[in-house]
């Protein structure tokens, strides 16, 4: 089980930290993911991390903006957005990965960036 929080209404330029607690999986056996789906878009990927932390990645969009990171002992897995812009806004979903089996999603937090 996954469970997203931290979202919220921000203003341009401000900052948030959303967190994805994991339950009832060995978190660090998981590769965890943010992902993001605005109104009327696809869901896209924002950014990875391995199991062990050691691979990361994000989409260009966020690139320098945004940093992922996990805390295995803690079993949750963060993302920390600064400078963020309207076009950010979106519902951001919490993803676990492992090889040979079907993905796990939380329900997703909602992110608006607004005026």
């Known amino acids: 089980q996954l469970v997203e929080s931290g979202g919220g209404l921000v203003q341009p330029g401000g900052s948030l930290r959303l967190s994805c607690a994991a339950s009832?999986?060995?978190?660090?056996?998981?590769?965890m993911g943010w992902y993001r789906q605005a109104p009327g878009k696809r869901r896209e990927l924002v950014a990875t991390?391995?199991?062990?932390?050691?691979?990361?990645n994000y989409a260009d969009s966020v690139k320098g903006r945004f940093t992922i990171s996990r805390d295995n002992a803690k079993n949750t897995v963060y993302l920390q957005m600064n400078s963020l812009k309207v076009e950010d806004t979106a519902v951001y979903y919490c993803?676990?990965?492992?090889?040979?089996?079907?993905?796990?999603w939380g329900k997703g937090t909602l992110v608006t960036v607004s005026l």
């Open positions: 991390i391995t199991s062990g932390g050691d691979n990361i």
């Open positions: 009832r999986i060995i978190f660090s056996d998981y590769d």
């Open positions: 993803n676990a990965k492992r090889l040979y089996e079907k993905d796990s």
